[in-house]
């Protein structure tokens, strides 16, 4: 097996690729390229959809809100049973139940039966599925890196597929919506899932977090919460990324409202907004995926946090479409690497057989957060307009990112030692032919 040290000469593109030597993540990493373009194809469908037939910032939150909700609640449970169960086994369901209703959702729209409610129900039950799906498979990624050194690669290369993915599929879907409306791109949803089921049915996988439950679930439910409030580095990151979910969401929610009403445009401006944004975060983690391991990712979570705040709010005070569309590159840098790497530093320090539950709680904080967030910045924008309300969040983000900065010393002082022990130093990177 290959190793990198300070005499290894490694190429510059097997460096940052090193995680698909693994044959495992390579099927991963191949079946999540068409789905995910798929996915954000059908994200930005849908936001336009909802805009088209309400004409409400409100609904566009409202629809965010009643399809995240259940992950605040429900992750906690999925975090055991990603512990306790078979991994591979519950992503092959989830994500097989993901493409039935995506199906749906496009046989409604192009039969022109679509309905509000329809949305309503489509997107609550998609929010049960992915409850589930979240954090079995960010804790699955460790089941596939057989070096757990190069499991923040794996994240990286993970987060690079899916914005990439976040950069073609909403331009794809600005074209589409444009030419042949919104029932295509769900229909093209649908159909990206059999790529990711194709690869999961071909992997094989030695054990996938399959283990023999020791307590009953709400017992392990509060042991899961115990040991991240004890640790203080695990603490500050959830808490950060709670708040920062919450107050920066709108910065998704809003887009449609933007690219309509602000800059005069339609469903290509949208996609330009989108796509900007997705290069923006598949930069930042080409920059992630470029990294030896964890060490110092800890300052830069705060300064890519600050990045994301300040970015809201040039934003939300642009001027001109180009300026906004700098910024919005801006703030998918900061955005992805913020969470990519509490992502790294929480899969690095905990424990395995806590693994799934912190994941859980990742889940929750990042994305639970948003429903929440979502039908705030959809109620504030329906009062006082789309650029104030950003304008809020992103102050609000960045009185966030300077507490956790004050904090910093704290976290760094619980963290290091543990990096240590796990061999995670700073050192002279591979030499690069």
Same mark, same amino acid.
């Given at each position: 097996?290959?190793?990198?040290?300070? %005499?290894?000469?490694?190429?510059?593109?097997? $460096?940052?690729?090193?995680?698909?030597?693994?044959?495992?993540?390579?099927?991963?990493?191949?079946?999540?390229?068409?789905?995910?373009?798929?996915?954000? @194809?059908? $994200?930005?469908?849908?936001?336009?959809?909802?805009?088209?037939?309400? !004409?409400?910032?409100? @609904?566009? !939150? =409202?629809?965010?809100?009643? +399809?995240?909700?259940?992950?605040?609640?429900?992750?906690?449970?999925? /975090?055991?049973?990603?512990?306790? $169960?078979?991994?591979?086994?519950?992503?092959?369901?989830?994500?097989? #139940?993901?493409?039935?209703?995506?199906?749906?959702?496009?046989?409604?729209?192009? %039969?022109?039966?679509?309905?509000?409610?329809?949305?309503?129900?489509?997107?609550? =039950?998609?929010?049960?599925?992915?409850?589930?799906?979240?954090?079995?498979? $960010?804790?699955?990624?460790?089941?596939?890196?057989?070096?757990?050194?190069?499991?923040?690669?794996?994240?990286?290369?993970?987060?690079?597929?899916?914005?990439?993915?976040?950069? #073609? /599929?909403?331009?794809? &879907?600005?074209?589409?919506?444009?030419?042949?409306?919104?029932?295509?791109?769900?229909?093209?949803?649908?159909?990206?899932?059999? %790529?990711?089921?194709?690869?999961?049915?071909?992997?094989?996988?030695?054990?996938?977090?399959?283990?023999?439950?020791?307590?009953?679930?709400?017992?392990?439910?509060?042991?899961?919460?115990?040991?991240? #409030?004890?640790?203080?580095?695990?603490?500050?990151?959830?808490?950060?990324?709670?708040?920062?979910?919450?107050?920066?969401?709108?910065?998704?929610?809003?887009?449609?409202?933007?690219?309509?009403?602000?800059?005069?445009?339609?469903?290509? %401006?949208? +996609?330009?907004?989108?796509?900007?944004? !997705?290069? !923006?975060?598949?930069?930042?983690?080409?920059?992630?995926?470029?990294?030896?391991?964890?060490?110092?990712?800890?300052?830069?979570?705060?300064?890519?946090?600050?990045?994301?705040?300040?970015?809201?709010?040039?934003?939300?005070?642009?001027?001109?479409?180009?300026?906004?569309?700098?910024?919005?590159?801006?703030?998918?840098? +900061?955005? @992805?690497?913020?969470?990519?790497?509490?992502?790294?530093?929480?899969?690095?320090?905990?424990?395995?057989?806590?693994?799934?539950?912190? @994941?859980?709680?990742?889940?929750?904080?990042?994305?639970?957060?948003?429903?929440?967030?979502?039908?705030?910045?959809?109620?504030?924008?329906?009062?006082?307009?789309?650029? &104030?309300?950003?304008?809020?969040?992103?102050?609000?983000?960045?009185?966030?990112?300077?507490?956790?900065?004050?904090?910093?010393?704290?976290?760094?002082?619980?963290?290091?030692?543990?990096?240590?022990?796990?061999?995670?130093?700073?050192?002279?990177?591979?030499?690069?032919?």
């Amino acid at each position: 097996m290959a190793t990198y040290s300070k %005499t290894k000469k490694v190429k510059p593109w097997q $460096h940052l690729l090193r995680a698909l030597r693994y044959r495992n993540f390579r099927l991963f990493f191949s079946g999540q390229l068409i789905s995910l373009i798929g996915t954000w @194809m059908q $994200h930005v469908a849908l936001s336009w959809l909802i805009y088209r037939l309400t !004409g409400s910032a409100f @609904m566009l !939150g =409202m629809v965010a809100f009643i +399809g995240q909700f259940p992950i605040f609640f429900l992750t906690p449970i999925a /975090g055991v049973y990603a512990d306790r $169960h078979n991994r591979h086994r519950l992503l092959l369901l989830t994500q097989s #139940l993901a493409m039935g209703l995506a199906f749906i959702l496009a046989a409604l729209v192009l %039969t022109d039966q679509i309905r509000i409610w329809h949305i309503f129900a489509i997107s609550f =039950m998609a929010g049960l599925i992915f409850a589930f799906d979240i954090p079995v498979r $960010h804790a699955f990624i460790a089941d596939m890196v057989e070096r757990k050194e190069d499991l923040g690669n794996a994240i990286a290369l993970n987060s690079s597929l899916f914005n990439a993915a976040r950069l #073609l /599929g909403p331009s794809l &879907a600005g074209i589409l919506i444009a030419t042949v409306g919104e029932g295509i791109c769900f229909l093209v949803n649908a159909c990206s899932y059999l %790529t990711i089921i194709v690869a999961l049915l071909a992997m094989r996988i030695k054990t996938s977090g399959a283990r023999r439950p020791q307590k009953v679930m709400l017992q392990e439910i509060r042991d899961g919460w115990q040991y991240a #409030l004890k640790f203080t580095s695990i603490k500050m990151i959830l808490i950060l990324l709670a708040l920062m979910s919450l107050w920066g969401i709108s910065f998704q929610v809003l887009m449609p409202v933007f690219a309509r009403d602000i800059f005069l445009g339609g469903p290509r %401006t949208l +996609g330009y907004l989108y796509s900007l944004a !997705g290069a !923006g975060a598949l930069t930042g983690a080409v920059f992630l995926a470029g990294r030896q391991n964890a060490y110092g990712l800890e300052k830069i979570i705060a300064g890519t946090s600050h990045l994301f705040a300040l970015a809201l709010i040039f934003f939300a005070l642009s001027p001109a479409l180009w300026f906004s569309l700098v910024m919005s590159f801006a703030a998918g840098f +900061g955005m @992805m690497v913020q969470m990519a790497s509490s992502n790294t530093v929480l899969q690095t320090v905990v424990d395995e057989d806590k693994r799934g539950r912190i @994941m859980s709680l990742y889940a929750a904080a990042f994305m639970g957060t948003m429903p929440i967030g979502s039908l705030l910045a959809g109620f504030l924008a329906s009062r006082i307009g789309a650029p &104030a309300t950003l304008l809020l969040g992103g102050g609000c983000c960045l009185l966030l990112a300077a507490v956790f900065t004050r904090r910093l010393p704290a976290l760094q002082t619980e963290i290091q030692p543990i990096f240590t022990q796990k061999g995670i130093r700073i050192h002279t990177p591979a030499k690069v032919e």
